[in-house]
């Protein structure tokens, strides 16, 4: 069976598309992709989508503009429309080049695809690049589940991206592009072996072939195996991690409870699940310690522990509470504001505070619609009070007899999350008494009922982000 037919097959057998579906192609103006473009356009038209193609020319070679002009014209001549763009930054970058230089593709891809309102994107990713994936992931020492390689369809931020080479070998590509005369640019940095994936091709690989000429179909087939195997776990698993794991506003949370009512199995798997997680969606790696501190920080009797993990993310447990977020910088905890009577400002884009005489209360339009929270209390005069960060020493007033309780104890023993204490405030008159811990708890004293004298609001509106 020839390539073309193989491929044909692939395509209605998979279904990986509608006639009427548009696709974008990625082509850099090698062999793999223009062969696959070829393919592509030669589908016959009751599996043939309509094709768009995206070119990066990275500026990192001589030829690399020859190179884009070469597929500027190939896509004219067969009248595909063609989106380019040049990676600006390519020549400045010294180090991580091939994974600046990936992010930046798939920036661009994205962004062609919402503006043609593309859902699929097609790559010429083939069988060898399969077989070198998971070879460079075991010898890196990766997570079982990434040793499946590359998928034959995944979701992107925006639609998805196919593979349909991932069965066909290198040979076979180079093979038709001989048999139909076409033309492509060899990158000659696939023969340097500065890079990790030119020495397993040109070295390692060959000298296991030498023991086993079907590594590269083994290889293949335990991806495929894998793939399948993981999927079904997964799927067996998804209820209870998805009792275990939730993402929020606050970042992502894990409910400590439920991961202790799984089996160490269970465990294991779901944090797995949950790092793979982390890396797909967010700016963050984690390794095999990073993971087994997790576990451990999990499995403790510690109640409240936090430490950075990388790239700006934190890890909070208080109690059962478990976050791995961003860090949340609250500006300068010595913040302090001065509200004068029947006035309120806005403590941040999202917070607003305001204090006034009982009845005069007046809110600005922008925070009509916010979360609000008020409390009442009753001076001879007041006027004017603070707001500000909590310090260490201050206390609330407790009940008539003016018995108190330090802020700080009064967080550990609600079981307050450090998140929310960092962005908590502190009310104070002008004799320094608290009024208000914002937006946990009044003082006593704030809710004294004394008719001959002044009542006083304070108000506390916010937005969640």
């Given at each position: 069976?020839?390539?073309?037919?193989?491929?044909?097959?692939q395509?209605?057998?998979?279904?990986?598309?509608?006639?009427d579906?548009?696709?974008?192609?990625?082509?850099?103006?090698?062999?793999?992709s223009?062969?696959?473009?070829?393919l592509?356009?030669?589908?016959?038209?009751?599996?043939?989508?309509k094709?768009?193609?995206?070119?990066?020319?990275?500026?990192?070679?001589?030829?690399?503009?020859?190179?884009?002009?070469?597929?500027?014209?190939?896509?004219?001549?067969?009248?595909?429309?063609?989106?380019?763009?040049?990676?600006?930054?390519?020549?400045?970058?010294?180090?991580?080049?091939?994974?600046?230089?990936?992010?930046?593709?798939?920036?661009?891809?994205?962004?062609?695809?919402?503006?043609?309102r593309?859902?699929?994107?097609?790559?010429?990713?083939?069988?060898?690049?399969?077989?070198?994936?998971?070879?460079?992931?075991?010898?890196?020492?990766?997570?079982?589940?990434?040793?499946?390689?590359?998928k034959?369809?995944?979701?992107?931020?925006?639609?998805?991206?196919?593979?349909?080479?991932?069965?066909?070998?290198?040979?076979?590509?180079?093979a038709?592009?001989?048999?139909?005369?076409?033309?492509?640019?060899?990158d000659?940095?696939?023969?340097?072996?500065?890079?990790?994936?030119?020495?397993?091709?040109?070295?390692?690989?060959?000298?296991i072939?030498?023991?086993?000429?079907?590594?590269?179909?083994?290889?293949?087939?335990?991806?495929?195996?894998?793939?399948n195997d993981?999927?079904?776990?997964?799927?067996?698993?998804?209820?209870?991690?998805?009792?275990?794991?939730v993402?929020?506003?606050?970042?992502?949370?894990?409910?400590?409870q439920?991961?202790?009512?799984?089996?160490?199995?269970?465990?294991?798997?779901?944090?797995?699940?949950?790092i793979?997680?982390?890396?797909?969606?967010?700016t963050?790696?984690?390794?095999?310690?990073?993971?087994?501190?997790?576990?451990?920080?999990?499995?403790?009797?510690?109640?409240?522990?936090?430490?950075?993990?990388?790239?700006?993310?934190?890890?909070?447990?208080?109690?059962?509470?478990?976050?791995?977020?961003?860090?949340?910088?609250?500006?300068g905890?010595?913040?302090?504001?001065?509200?004068?009577?029947?006035?309120?400002?806005?403590?941040?884009?999202?917070?607003?505070?305001g204090?006034?005489?009982?009845?005069?209360?007046?809110?600005?339009?922008?925070?009509?619609?916010?979360e609000?929270?008020?409390?009442?209390?009753v001076?001879p005069?007041?006027?004017?009070v603070?707001?500000?960060r909590?310090?260490a020493?201050?206390?609330?007033?407790?009940?008539?007899?003016?018995?108190?309780?330090?802020?700080?104890?009064?967080?550990?023993?609600e079981?307050?999350?450090a998140?929310?204490?960092?962005?908590?405030?502190?009310?104070?008159?002008?004799?320094?008494?608290?009024?208000?811990?914002?937006?946990?708890?009044?003082?006593?004293?704030?809710?004294?009922?004394?008719?001959?004298?002044?009542?006083?609001?304070?108000?506390?509106?916010?937005?969640?982000?």
């Open positions: 069976m020839s390539l073309r037919q193989k491929f044909q097959q395509v209605k057998k998979s279904d990986w598309w509608q006639p579906d548009k696709i974008l192609v990625a082509v850099s103006g090698g062999v793999d223009i062969v696959l473009l070829h592509l356009l030669e589908l016959p038209e009751e599996v043939k989508p094709i768009y193609v995206a070119h990066i020319n990275h500026q990192l070679r001589e030829d690399s503009e020859e190179e884009e002009a070469y597929v500027l014209k190939f896509c004219r001549d067969k009248q595909v429309p063609i989106h380019t763009t040049k990676w600006s930054k390519g020549p400045q970058i010294t180090s991580n080049v091939e994974q600046e230089a990936r992010d930046f593709r798939y920036t661009f891809f994205e962004e062609v695809m919402k503006k043609e593309i859902q699929t994107l097609v790559t010429a990713h083939h069988a060898d690049d399969q077989v070198e994936t998971v070879m460079m992931r075991l010898i890196s020492g990766n997570r079982l589940s990434t040793l499946s390689g590359i034959e369809k995944r979701d992107l931020n925006y639609g998805n991206v196919i593979r349909p080479l991932l069965h066909m070998k290198k040979e076979e590509l180079l038709y592009s001989k048999e139909r005369k076409l033309f492509f640019y060899e000659e940095s696939n023969f340097s072996l500065d890079y990790f994936r030119n020495r397993l091709r040109q070295t390692l690989i060959p000298e072939k030498k023991e086993n000429p079907k590594f590269s179909e083994h290889i293949v087939h335990f991806s495929q195996e894998l793939t993981m999927t079904l776990l997964q799927e067996l698993m998804e209820p209870k991690y998805q009792k275990c794991v993402f929020s506003k606050a970042g992502w949370k894990i409910n400590r439920e991961f202790l009512a799984c089996t160490t199995r269970e465990q294991r798997f779901i944090l797995d699940y949950f793979a997680e982390l890396m797909k969606n967010e963050i790696s984690l390794g095999f310690s990073q993971k087994n501190q997790l576990l451990s920080n999990l499995l403790s009797d510690k109640p409240n522990q936090s430490y950075h993990l990388k790239n700006g993310w934190y890890f909070k447990r208080t109690y059962d509470e478990v976050i791995i977020s961003k860090e949340v910088v609250v500006k905890k010595s913040e302090s504001f001065k509200v004068l009577k029947n006035t309120g400002l806005f403590l941040s884009e999202t917070e607003w505070f204090f006034f005489e009982k009845a005069h209360e007046v809110l600005p339009e922008r925070c009509q619609s916010w609000k929270k008020s409390i009442s209390f001076e005069t007041c006027q004017q603070v707001i500000r909590h310090r020493g201050d206390r609330l007033i407790l009940n008539e007899k003016k018995h108190t309780k330090k802020v700080s104890r009064y967080f550990i023993d079981k307050i999350p998140l929310e204490r960092e962005k908590s405030w502190v009310v104070e008159d002008h004799e320094n008494i608290v009024k208000w811990l914002v937006p946990f708890r009044e003082s006593y004293l704030s809710i004294r009922d004394e008719t001959d004298k002044i009542q006083y609001k304070l108000v506390y509106c916010y937005k969640d982000k």
